[in-house]
Protein backbone atom coordinates (compact mmCIF):
# COMPACT_ATOMS: atom_id res chain seq x y z
CA UNK A 1 0.00 0.00 0.00
CA UNK A 2 1.21 3.25 -0.87
CA UNK A 3 1.74 6.02 1.76
CA UNK A 4 -1.06 8.15 0.12
CA UNK A 5 -3.30 5.72 0.78
CA UNK A 6 -2.42 4.73 3.82
CA UNK A 7 -2.76 8.61 4.55
CA UNK A 8 -6.66 8.25 2.82
CA UNK A 9 -7.32 5.31 4.62
CA UNK A 10 -6.79 7.21 7.75
CA UNK A 11 -8.64 10.21 6.58
CA UNK A 12 -11.49 8.34 5.87
CA UNK A 13 -11.79 6.51 9.38
CA UNK A 14 -13.16 9.52 10.84
CA UNK A 15 -16.38 8.62 12.92
CA UNK A 16 -18.63 11.65 10.90
CA UNK A 17 -17.71 9.12 8.02
CA UNK A 18 -20.06 6.77 6.47
CA UNK A 19 -17.98 3.26 5.26
CA UNK A 20 -15.85 4.43 2.53
CA UNK A 21 -15.85 2.09 -0.40
CA UNK A 22 -12.47 2.86 -2.23
CA UNK A 23 -13.14 -0.17 -5.43
CA UNK A 24 -17.02 1.27 -5.49
CA UNK A 25 -15.89 4.87 -6.13
CA UNK A 26 -13.43 3.73 -8.41
CA UNK A 27 -15.74 2.17 -10.98
CA UNK A 28 -18.25 5.19 -10.20
CA UNK A 29 -15.67 7.76 -11.32
CA UNK A 30 -14.74 5.22 -14.32
CA UNK A 31 -17.87 5.28 -15.59
CA UNK A 32 -19.19 8.80 -14.56
CA UNK A 33 -21.10 10.73 -17.21
CA UNK A 34 -19.05 13.27 -19.62
CA UNK A 35 -20.99 15.68 -18.88
CA UNK A 36 -20.36 15.50 -14.53
CA UNK A 37 -17.13 16.76 -16.00
CA UNK A 38 -16.67 20.80 -17.00
CA UNK A 39 -13.13 19.52 -18.13
CA UNK A 40 -15.33 18.25 -20.88
CA UNK A 41 -17.43 21.20 -21.17
CA UNK A 42 -14.62 23.77 -20.95
CA UNK A 43 -13.03 21.65 -23.86
CA UNK A 44 -16.25 21.98 -26.20
CA UNK A 45 -15.77 25.78 -26.00
CA UNK A 46 -19.03 26.18 -27.46
CA UNK A 47 -20.06 29.20 -25.07
CA UNK A 48 -18.79 30.93 -21.76
CA UNK A 49 -20.19 28.61 -18.66
CA UNK A 50 -21.93 30.38 -15.89
CA UNK A 51 -22.18 29.28 -12.47
CA UNK A 52 -23.94 31.29 -9.81
CA UNK A 53 -22.94 30.77 -5.85
CA UNK A 54 -25.32 28.40 -3.21
CA UNK A 55 -25.81 26.58 -0.35
CA UNK A 56 -28.33 25.12 2.04
CA UNK A 57 -27.85 22.87 4.78
CA UNK A 58 -30.99 20.47 4.07
CA UNK A 59 -31.13 17.70 1.05
CA UNK A 60 -34.13 18.91 0.05
CA UNK A 61 -33.62 22.82 -0.01
CA UNK A 62 -30.07 21.55 -1.71
CA UNK A 63 -32.32 20.03 -4.64
CA UNK A 64 -34.74 22.74 -4.60
CA UNK A 65 -32.15 25.27 -5.67
CA UNK A 66 -30.99 23.14 -8.47
CA UNK A 67 -34.40 22.72 -9.94
CA UNK A 68 -34.33 26.38 -10.14
CA UNK A 69 -31.04 26.80 -11.47
CA UNK A 70 -31.44 24.54 -14.09
CA UNK A 71 -34.66 25.85 -15.16
CA UNK A 72 -32.43 29.09 -15.41
CA UNK A 73 -30.07 27.51 -18.01
CA UNK A 74 -27.20 27.26 -15.58
CA UNK A 75 -24.48 25.21 -16.94
CA UNK A 76 -22.52 24.28 -13.62
CA UNK A 77 -24.20 23.96 -10.67
CA UNK A 78 -22.71 25.20 -7.39
CA UNK A 79 -22.33 23.54 -3.77
CA UNK A 80 -21.46 26.10 -1.01
CA UNK A 81 -20.34 24.05 2.19
CA UNK A 82 -21.27 25.24 5.84
CA UNK A 83 -18.26 26.84 7.43
CA UNK A 84 -18.45 24.56 10.53
CA UNK A 85 -17.58 21.97 8.03
CA UNK A 86 -15.02 24.62 6.67
CA UNK A 87 -13.37 24.20 10.26
CA UNK A 88 -13.39 20.45 10.09
CA UNK A 89 -15.77 20.66 12.97
CA UNK A 90 -18.28 17.58 12.35
CA UNK A 91 -19.79 17.25 14.98
CA UNK A 92 -21.46 20.56 15.01
CA UNK A 93 -22.90 20.54 11.04
CA UNK A 94 -24.22 17.28 12.16
CA UNK A 95 -25.70 18.55 15.23
CA UNK A 96 -26.95 21.66 13.51
CA UNK A 97 -28.13 19.61 10.07
CA UNK A 98 -30.51 17.83 12.10
CA UNK A 99 -32.20 20.41 13.90
CA UNK A 100 -32.54 22.37 9.96
CA UNK A 101 -34.11 19.18 9.08
CA UNK A 102 -36.23 18.85 12.25
CA UNK A 103 -37.50 22.97 12.10
CA UNK A 104 -37.28 23.38 8.65
CA UNK A 105 -35.31 26.19 9.72
CA UNK A 106 -31.63 26.93 8.11
CA UNK A 107 -29.09 26.50 10.89
CA UNK A 108 -26.18 26.24 8.73
CA UNK A 109 -24.81 28.51 5.90
CA UNK A 110 -24.01 25.98 3.72
CA UNK A 111 -24.17 22.15 2.70
CA UNK A 112 -22.80 19.90 5.29
CA UNK A 113 -21.08 17.43 2.40
CA UNK A 114 -19.51 15.09 4.70
CA UNK A 115 -22.43 14.27 6.96
CA UNK A 116 -24.79 13.89 4.07
CA UNK A 117 -22.23 11.31 2.94
CA UNK A 118 -21.45 10.71 -0.51
CA UNK A 119 -24.00 7.80 -1.17
CA UNK A 120 -26.96 10.47 -0.74
CA UNK A 121 -25.47 13.57 -2.12
CA UNK A 122 -24.34 11.50 -5.77
CA UNK A 123 -28.32 11.02 -6.23
CA UNK A 124 -28.81 14.62 -6.21
CA UNK A 125 -25.38 15.23 -8.39
CA UNK A 126 -26.18 12.69 -11.26
CA UNK A 127 -29.93 13.37 -11.46
CA UNK A 128 -29.36 16.44 -12.51
CA UNK A 129 -26.30 15.15 -14.70
CA UNK A 130 -24.30 19.21 -14.73
CA UNK A 131 -21.22 19.59 -13.84
CA UNK A 132 -20.89 20.68 -9.74
CA UNK A 133 -18.27 23.16 -8.30
CA UNK A 134 -17.39 22.82 -4.71
CA UNK A 135 -17.16 26.03 -2.99
CA UNK A 136 -15.66 26.02 0.46
CA UNK A 137 -12.87 27.60 1.63
CA UNK A 138 -11.23 24.93 3.53
CA UNK A 139 -7.50 24.70 4.63
CA UNK A 140 -7.76 21.02 5.53
CA UNK A 141 -10.22 19.80 2.90
CA UNK A 142 -8.84 16.02 2.48
CA UNK A 143 -11.85 14.43 3.74
CA UNK A 144 -14.28 17.27 1.98
CA UNK A 145 -12.66 16.49 -1.36
CA UNK A 146 -12.82 12.64 -1.07
CA UNK A 147 -16.38 12.95 -0.22
CA UNK A 148 -17.07 15.50 -3.00
CA UNK A 149 -15.75 13.75 -6.05
CA UNK A 150 -17.33 10.05 -4.57
CA UNK A 151 -20.18 12.26 -4.98
CA UNK A 152 -19.33 12.80 -8.58
CA UNK A 153 -18.25 16.26 -7.88
CA UNK A 154 -15.43 16.96 -10.44
CA UNK A 155 -14.60 20.39 -10.16
CA UNK A 156 -12.60 21.65 -6.54
CA UNK A 157 -12.16 25.20 -5.86
CA UNK A 158 -9.56 26.31 -3.45
CA UNK A 159 -5.52 26.01 -2.53
CA UNK A 160 -3.61 26.34 0.20
CA UNK A 161 -2.84 30.13 -0.33
CA UNK A 162 -6.02 31.68 -1.59
CA UNK A 163 -8.28 29.39 1.05
CA UNK A 164 -6.25 30.38 3.44
CA UNK A 165 -5.07 33.67 3.60
CA UNK A 166 -8.38 35.39 3.05
CA UNK A 167 -10.28 33.14 5.66
CA UNK A 168 -7.72 32.38 8.57
CA UNK A 169 -5.84 34.00 10.89
CA UNK A 170 -4.39 30.95 12.76
CA UNK A 171 -3.65 27.62 10.72
CA UNK A 172 -0.51 27.34 9.85
CA UNK A 173 0.79 27.88 6.23
CA UNK A 174 2.73 24.89 6.14
CA UNK A 175 0.29 22.48 6.91
CA UNK A 176 -2.37 24.05 4.86
CA UNK A 177 0.29 22.99 1.73
CA UNK A 178 0.90 19.60 2.67
CA UNK A 179 -3.14 18.88 2.55
CA UNK A 180 -3.61 20.46 -0.24
CA UNK A 181 -0.80 18.52 -1.39
CA UNK A 182 -2.85 15.38 -0.77
CA UNK A 183 -5.84 16.78 -2.75
CA UNK A 184 -3.89 17.41 -5.52
CA UNK A 185 -2.71 14.30 -5.74
CA UNK A 186 -6.11 12.67 -5.11
CA UNK A 187 -7.54 14.64 -7.82
CA UNK A 188 -4.86 13.69 -10.37
CA UNK A 189 -5.15 10.09 -9.26
CA UNK A 190 -9.01 10.19 -10.47
CA UNK A 191 -8.37 11.95 -13.44
CA UNK A 192 -6.31 8.76 -15.18
CA UNK A 193 -9.66 6.53 -14.50
CA UNK A 194 -12.14 8.87 -17.28
CA UNK A 195 -11.95 12.48 -17.89
CA UNK A 196 -9.67 15.54 -15.71
CA UNK A 197 -11.06 16.51 -12.51
CA UNK A 198 -10.94 20.33 -12.69
CA UNK A 199 -9.13 22.36 -10.24
CA UNK A 200 -9.72 25.45 -9.60
CA UNK A 201 -7.94 28.42 -7.73
CA UNK A 202 -9.72 31.59 -5.69
CA UNK A 203 -8.77 34.50 -7.20
CA UNK A 204 -10.40 37.29 -5.71
CA UNK A 205 -8.56 36.57 -2.59
CA UNK A 206 -9.24 39.36 0.46
CA UNK A 207 -11.30 41.15 -2.99
CA UNK A 208 -10.20 44.48 -0.85
CA UNK A 209 -7.80 46.18 -3.23
CA UNK A 210 -5.18 43.10 -3.95
CA UNK A 211 -3.38 44.73 -6.55
CA UNK A 212 -3.46 42.36 -9.90
CA UNK A 213 0.12 41.11 -9.89
CA UNK A 214 -0.28 39.98 -6.65
CA UNK A 215 -3.87 38.16 -7.59
CA UNK A 216 -1.43 36.69 -10.80
CA UNK A 217 1.33 35.53 -8.93
CA UNK A 218 -0.71 33.63 -6.30
CA UNK A 219 -2.95 31.99 -9.25
CA UNK A 220 0.70 31.10 -11.04
CA UNK A 221 2.36 29.23 -7.91
CA UNK A 222 -1.21 27.40 -7.04
CA UNK A 223 -1.72 26.04 -10.53
CA UNK A 224 1.94 25.17 -10.54
CA UNK A 225 1.75 23.24 -7.32
CA UNK A 226 -1.05 21.47 -8.75
CA UNK A 227 0.07 20.56 -12.23
CA UNK A 228 3.27 19.28 -10.02
CA UNK A 229 1.19 16.87 -8.36
CA UNK A 230 0.10 15.61 -12.37
CA UNK A 231 -3.57 17.77 -12.44
CA UNK A 232 -4.09 18.43 -16.22
CA UNK A 233 -7.24 20.69 -15.74
CA UNK A 234 -6.52 23.75 -13.62
CA UNK A 235 -8.69 27.11 -13.74
CA UNK A 236 -6.93 30.65 -12.94
CA UNK A 237 -9.60 33.03 -12.02
CA UNK A 238 -9.98 36.86 -10.95
CA UNK A 239 -12.24 39.11 -10.06
CA UNK A 240 -14.08 42.28 -10.95
CA UNK A 241 -11.75 45.49 -9.69
CA UNK A 242 -13.76 48.15 -10.42
CA UNK A 243 -11.51 49.44 -13.61
CA UNK A 244 -12.76 48.07 -16.74
CA UNK A 245 -9.30 48.36 -18.31
CA UNK A 246 -7.78 47.06 -15.78
CA UNK A 247 -9.72 43.92 -15.48
CA UNK A 248 -8.95 43.55 -19.72
CA UNK A 249 -5.49 43.86 -18.86
CA UNK A 250 -5.13 41.23 -16.13
CA UNK A 251 -6.96 38.63 -18.25
CA UNK A 252 -4.75 39.16 -21.03
CA UNK A 253 -1.48 39.06 -18.54
CA UNK A 254 -2.76 35.94 -16.85
CA UNK A 255 -3.45 33.72 -19.68
CA UNK A 256 -0.38 34.65 -21.23
CA UNK A 257 1.61 34.06 -17.83
CA UNK A 258 -0.41 30.64 -17.48
CA UNK A 259 0.73 29.32 -20.61
CA UNK A 260 4.68 30.69 -19.87
CA UNK A 261 5.05 28.92 -16.75
CA UNK A 262 3.04 25.71 -17.57
CA UNK A 263 5.81 25.45 -20.06
CA UNK A 264 8.14 26.03 -17.99
CA UNK A 265 7.54 22.97 -15.74
CA UNK A 266 6.97 21.11 -19.04
CA UNK A 267 3.45 20.53 -18.07
CA UNK A 268 2.20 22.46 -21.45
CA UNK A 269 -0.49 19.24 -22.30
CA UNK A 270 -2.38 20.45 -19.30
CA UNK A 271 -5.62 22.72 -19.92
CA UNK A 272 -5.71 26.19 -18.34
CA UNK A 273 -9.03 27.68 -18.38
CA UNK A 274 -9.88 31.37 -17.10
CA UNK A 275 -12.87 32.08 -14.64
CA UNK A 276 -14.02 35.52 -14.02
CA UNK A 277 -15.57 36.23 -10.43
CA UNK A 278 -18.42 39.35 -10.29
CA UNK A 279 -17.88 42.18 -7.82
CA UNK A 280 -16.81 40.33 -4.96
CA UNK A 281 -16.04 43.56 -2.38
CA UNK A 282 -19.36 45.51 -1.01
CA UNK A 283 -22.54 45.66 -3.05
CA UNK A 284 -24.76 48.95 -3.52
CA UNK A 285 -27.74 48.64 -1.50
CA UNK A 286 -30.05 49.66 -4.69
CA UNK A 287 -31.19 46.80 -6.21
CA UNK A 288 -31.50 48.81 -9.65
CA UNK A 289 -27.67 49.09 -9.24
CA UNK A 290 -27.19 46.40 -7.89
CA UNK A 291 -28.34 44.44 -11.22
CA UNK A 292 -26.49 46.97 -13.25
CA UNK A 293 -22.97 45.62 -11.69
CA UNK A 294 -23.87 42.57 -12.17
CA UNK A 295 -24.47 43.51 -15.97
CA UNK A 296 -21.21 45.22 -16.41
CA UNK A 297 -19.13 42.23 -14.79
CA UNK A 298 -20.90 39.97 -17.64
CA UNK A 299 -19.71 42.42 -19.92
CA UNK A 300 -15.97 42.26 -18.70
CA UNK A 301 -16.02 38.96 -18.34
CA UNK A 302 -16.69 38.46 -22.58
CA UNK A 303 -14.19 41.03 -22.94
CA UNK A 304 -11.43 39.25 -21.11
CA UNK A 305 -12.19 35.56 -22.74
CA UNK A 306 -13.86 34.25 -19.71
CA UNK A 307 -14.10 30.32 -20.17
CA UNK A 308 -16.45 30.98 -17.19
CA UNK A 309 -18.34 33.15 -14.93
CA UNK A 310 -19.63 32.82 -11.79
CA UNK A 311 -22.36 35.45 -10.75
CA UNK A 312 -23.33 37.54 -7.80
CA UNK A 313 -27.25 38.76 -7.22
CA UNK A 314 -29.16 42.08 -6.63
CA UNK A 315 -29.82 41.00 -3.12
CA UNK A 316 -26.05 40.53 -1.61
CA UNK A 317 -26.16 43.99 0.42
CA UNK A 318 -29.25 42.62 2.33
CA UNK A 319 -28.26 38.86 3.52
CA UNK A 320 -28.46 35.59 1.83
CA UNK A 321 -29.86 35.20 -1.62
CA UNK A 322 -32.88 33.63 -2.40
CA UNK A 323 -32.96 30.63 -4.64
CA UNK A 324 -35.17 33.18 -6.85
CA UNK A 325 -32.71 35.97 -7.12
CA UNK A 326 -30.39 33.50 -7.90
CA UNK A 327 -31.73 31.66 -10.80
CA UNK A 328 -32.43 35.53 -11.68
CA UNK A 329 -28.89 36.36 -12.09
CA UNK A 330 -28.25 32.83 -14.04
CA UNK A 331 -31.20 33.60 -16.53
CA UNK A 332 -30.35 37.70 -16.99
CA UNK A 333 -26.20 36.91 -17.37
CA UNK A 334 -27.34 34.01 -19.63
CA UNK A 335 -29.23 36.37 -22.09
CA UNK A 336 -26.37 39.04 -21.68
CA UNK A 337 -23.78 37.10 -22.52
CA UNK A 338 -26.52 35.83 -25.91
CA UNK A 339 -26.38 39.80 -26.99
CA UNK A 340 -23.01 40.59 -26.65
CA UNK A 341 -21.03 40.00 -30.08
CA UNK A 342 -18.66 41.65 -31.95
CA UNK A 343 -16.61 43.28 -28.97
CA UNK A 344 -13.51 45.36 -29.75
CA UNK A 345 -10.44 44.15 -28.65
CA UNK A 346 -9.39 46.59 -26.38
CA UNK A 347 -5.08 46.74 -26.09
CA UNK A 348 -3.21 48.87 -23.44
CA UNK A 349 0.01 47.93 -24.45
CA UNK A 350 1.91 50.31 -21.64
CA UNK A 351 -0.33 48.49 -18.37
CA UNK A 352 0.12 45.50 -20.01
CA UNK A 353 3.94 45.98 -19.59
CA UNK A 354 3.91 46.99 -16.32
CA UNK A 355 2.22 43.97 -15.57
CA UNK A 356 4.52 41.76 -17.06
CA UNK A 357 7.29 42.68 -15.37
CA UNK A 358 6.10 43.28 -12.44
CA UNK A 359 4.54 39.66 -11.70
CA UNK A 360 8.28 38.44 -13.68
CA UNK A 361 9.62 40.31 -10.97
CA UNK A 362 7.80 38.78 -8.25
CA UNK A 363 7.82 34.87 -9.23
CA UNK A 364 11.83 35.22 -10.33
CA UNK A 365 12.20 36.02 -6.38
CA UNK A 366 9.62 32.95 -5.10
CA UNK A 367 11.97 30.85 -7.52
CA UNK A 368 15.36 32.18 -6.20
CA UNK A 369 14.67 31.40 -2.88
CA UNK A 370 16.82 28.48 -1.47
CA UNK A 371 14.03 25.93 -0.39
CA UNK A 372 14.27 22.71 -2.02
CA UNK A 373 10.53 22.47 -3.14
CA UNK A 374 8.32 24.77 -4.64
CA UNK A 375 5.73 24.83 -1.83
CA UNK A 376 8.72 25.86 1.10
CA UNK A 377 9.48 28.54 -1.67
CA UNK A 378 6.26 29.52 -1.60
CA UNK A 379 6.02 29.68 2.30
CA UNK A 380 9.12 31.22 2.30
CA UNK A 381 7.88 34.06 0.40
CA UNK A 382 4.82 34.72 2.32
CA UNK A 383 6.68 34.23 5.39
CA UNK A 384 9.10 37.14 4.26
CA UNK A 385 7.33 39.74 2.68
CA UNK A 386 7.63 38.60 -0.92
CA UNK A 387 3.97 37.82 -1.21
CA UNK A 388 1.40 39.92 0.59
CA UNK A 389 -2.10 40.35 0.26
CA UNK A 390 -3.48 43.33 1.53
CA UNK A 391 -5.95 43.02 4.08
CA UNK A 392 -5.19 39.78 4.77
CA UNK A 393 -6.26 38.55 8.28
CA UNK A 394 -3.30 35.66 8.85
CA UNK A 395 -0.84 36.09 11.26
CA UNK A 396 2.04 35.49 8.67
CA UNK A 397 1.18 37.92 5.74
CA UNK A 398 2.88 40.79 6.46
CA UNK A 399 0.51 43.14 5.55
CA UNK A 400 2.48 46.02 4.63
CA UNK A 401 1.89 46.77 0.57
CA UNK A 402 -0.33 49.61 0.71
CA UNK A 403 -2.69 50.17 -2.37
CA UNK A 404 -4.97 52.98 -3.50
CA UNK A 405 -7.20 53.91 -6.42
CA UNK A 406 -5.95 56.24 -9.01
CA UNK A 407 -8.37 58.93 -10.96
CA UNK A 408 -9.32 56.01 -13.37
CA UNK A 409 -10.20 53.74 -10.41
CA UNK A 410 -7.34 51.42 -11.22
CA UNK A 411 -5.76 49.57 -7.99
CA UNK A 412 -2.24 51.12 -7.66
CA UNK A 413 0.21 50.18 -5.25
CA UNK A 414 2.04 53.37 -3.21
CA UNK A 415 3.82 51.20 -0.63
CA UNK A 416 5.64 47.93 -1.55
CA UNK A 417 6.83 46.25 1.66
CA UNK A 418 9.33 43.74 0.95
CA UNK A 419 7.36 42.87 -2.17
CA UNK A 420 10.34 42.86 -5.07
CA UNK A 421 8.21 45.62 -7.89
CA UNK A 422 10.96 47.31 -9.81
CA UNK A 423 11.97 50.05 -9.35
CA UNK A 424 10.53 51.70 -12.93
CA UNK A 425 6.72 50.14 -12.23
CA UNK A 426 7.05 50.88 -8.68
CA UNK A 427 7.17 54.82 -10.02
CA UNK A 428 4.66 54.10 -12.79
CA UNK A 429 2.33 53.19 -10.13
CA UNK A 430 2.90 56.11 -7.72
CA UNK A 431 2.89 58.77 -10.95
CA UNK A 432 -0.72 57.72 -11.08
CA UNK A 433 -2.10 58.90 -7.86
CA UNK A 434 -2.13 62.13 -5.83
CA UNK A 435 0.43 61.37 -3.09
CA UNK A 436 0.71 64.99 -2.06
CA UNK A 437 -2.88 64.76 0.52
CA UNK A 438 -1.85 64.08 4.34
CA UNK A 439 -1.87 60.80 5.68
CA UNK A 440 -5.76 61.04 7.25
CA UNK A 441 -6.46 62.15 3.54
CA UNK A 442 -5.25 59.33 2.32
CA UNK A 443 -6.36 56.75 4.68
CA UNK A 444 -9.77 58.56 3.89
CA UNK A 445 -9.33 57.40 0.09
CA UNK A 446 -8.19 53.79 1.27
CA UNK A 447 -11.62 53.50 3.10
CA UNK A 448 -14.13 55.05 -0.46
CA UNK A 449 -12.07 52.80 -2.36
CA UNK A 450 -13.15 49.82 -0.56
CA UNK A 451 -16.57 50.13 -0.86
CA UNK A 452 -16.28 52.20 -4.37
CA UNK A 453 -19.23 50.29 -5.75
CA UNK A 454 -21.47 51.45 -3.30
Known amino acids: MSLLQEEREIILSN ?73 NDYATAKKMLRLSEENEVDMLNGYPLVNHGYRTTRKMVTHFNKPVSLRHGTPDA ?121 EQINCSDATINLVYHQWMGAFPTNKDFAEQLINMSTVIASMVGADKIITKTREEASGIPTKEANAKTVANTQYTLGILNGLPNIVDEEEEEILTLEVHAIMEAVFNDPADTLWRKVFNSIKN ?13 HNEMITIRDANKNIRIIKRGNVPIPDRCFEYEKSKCDLTKDTTSIVNDIIHDIGIMQ
Open 15 to 87: EHVDNFDFAEVEEFVKNASKELFISHHFAQKKKMLVQPRGGFPTYKKQFALNEFFVNANVDVLPLTIDSNTRL
Open 142 to 262: RLLIETAIASGIFEIEGGPITYLLPYSKNFPLDKAFLYWKYVEKVCANYSKLNLPINRESFGPLTATLVPPAITIVIQLLEMLLSLEEGVKSFSVSFSQTGSMNQDIVMGHVIKKMAKHYA
Open 385 to 397: GTIDVPFSPHIIN
